[in-house]
């Protein structure tokens, strides 16, 4: 049986999914308290102001990169393409963790494959994360310090930390949250507090 791209992100062994994925897995029952648990902490403001931004060093010429699930080789010469192959490790020892905390997900990094991308009209790279409960998987682009956020949060942590070192609470991301978690907002309303960056759940049946 031959099956389709689709199919094997959907069975999680395409990009990162080669990384296993946990035996234990969070239910979306779970991930919902662990939501509401979230939306209840107290209001705080970022807490720093973060470190200047340094740029990558990235070599002159392409980058080759090996694609770990159909073994390509794909020359990247694009400034960003190319800082995206070095963050590639980057984003794949952080989705080890998100595993390790218990959330069934993996990594697609298959935009950095010119045979695995699914669209080859274009050679822009994103990172997608492929969440998946009670059987459920949701599929969304990534940004870059959007896993760490994803840690603090399954730390039950109350805030996390932006790739400036800036400190952020995580009710600054609720919505996004239940976004990439796939889960229901029917009945939720939220809040934007524009003094202290925080998202106020106003409402959930
Ligand atoms: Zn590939």
Same mark, same amino acid.
């Given at each position: 049986m031959k099956l389709s791209k689709q199919a094997l992100i959907a069975l999680g062994i395409t990009g990162a999914g080669v990384l296993g994925c946990s035996r234990t897995e969070l239910t979306r029952e779970q991930l919902d308290k662990m939501l509401m648990e979230t939306a209840k902490k107290p209001v705080t403001?970022? +807490?720093?102001?973060?470190?200047?931004?340094?740029?990558?060093?990235?070599p002159v010429g392409s980058i080759e990169y090996l694609c770990p699930v159909c073994k390509t080789?794909?020359?990247?010469?694009?400034?960003?393409?190319?800082?995206?192959?070095?963050?590639?490790? @980057?984003? $794949?020892?952080?989705?080890? $963790?998100?595993?390790? +905390?218990? +959330?069934?997900?993996t990594l697609d990094e298959t935009d950095l494959c010119s045979q695995c991308r699914q669209d080859k009209t274009t050679d822009t790279v994103d990172f997608y994360i492929l969440v998946t409960a009670d059987k459920r998987s949701v599929r969304t682009r990534l940004n870059f310090s959007e896993l760490d956020m994803l840690i603090a949060f399954l730390e039950k942590k109350d805030v996390w930390k932006t790739e400036n070192d800036i400190i952020r609470p995580l009710k600054g991301k609720l919505p996004r949250l239940f976004e990439i978690l796939g889960m229901?907002?029917?009945?939720? +309303?939220? $809040?934007?507090?524009?003094?202290?960056?925080? @998202?106020i759940l106003e409402t959930k049946n």
């Open positions: 403001s970022a +807490l720093s102001d973060g470190a200047p931004c340094y740029s990558m060093m990235v080789k794909t020359h990247h010469a694009k400034r960003k393409n190319k800082e995206d192959v070095i963050n590639a490790s @980057w984003y $794949r020892e952080k989705m080890k $963790r998100i595993q390790k +905390l218990g +959330l069934n997900a229901d907002t029917d009945g939720i +309303l939220f $809040r934007f507090e524009e003094k202290t960056g925080n @998202w």
